[in-house]
Nanobody, 127 residues
Framework: QVQLVESGGGLVQAGNSLRLSCAAS????????MGWFRQAPGEEREFVAA????????YYADSVKGRFTISRDNAKNTVYLQMNSLKPEDTANYYC????????????????????WGQGTQVTVSS
């Protein structure tokens, strides 16, 4: 089994930054693509970013491109989401997830294609 634990969420003012962490344990994760999703109240779960295990390619939703950066630290079995220039519309519960697939944006952007999920960390951005 793979266990994923998110941390780093909190309450911040618009324009500030947060860095989310997702620590993985259990199975080795070196061949897993890592993704971040978010879900706001009353909304469907939305793709945010992913980083491929095969070549390190990164993928971003248009809504966060240029503001958010996904990265991995394999030695720590941790994936990060650096979130800059936060906006109130970024307010959501943020989840990390894994999949063995390393393909297209169309696939990685769909939550149904991920195998394991963390329980989430709340990010609230005040206006």
């Amino acid at each position: 089994q793979v266990q994923l634990v998110e941390s780093g969420g909190g309450l911040v003012q618009a324009g500030n930054s947060l860095r989310l962490s997702c620590a993985a344990s259990g199975r080795t994760w070196i061949r897993y693509t890592m993704g971040w999703f978010r879900q706001a109240p009353g909304e469907e779960r939305e793709f945010v970013a992913a980083i491929s295990w095969s070549d390190g390619s990164t993928y971003y939703a248009d809504s966060v491109k240029g503001r958010f950066t996904i990265s991995r630290d394999n030695a720590k079995n941790t994936v990060y989401l650096q979130m800059n220039s936060l906006k109130p519309e970024d307010t959501a519960n943020y989840y990390c997830a894994t999949t063995t697939y390393s393909g297209s944006y169309a696939y990685l952007g769909k939550s149904d294609n991920y195998d394991y999920w963390g329980q989430g960390t709340q990010v609230t951005v005040s206006s």
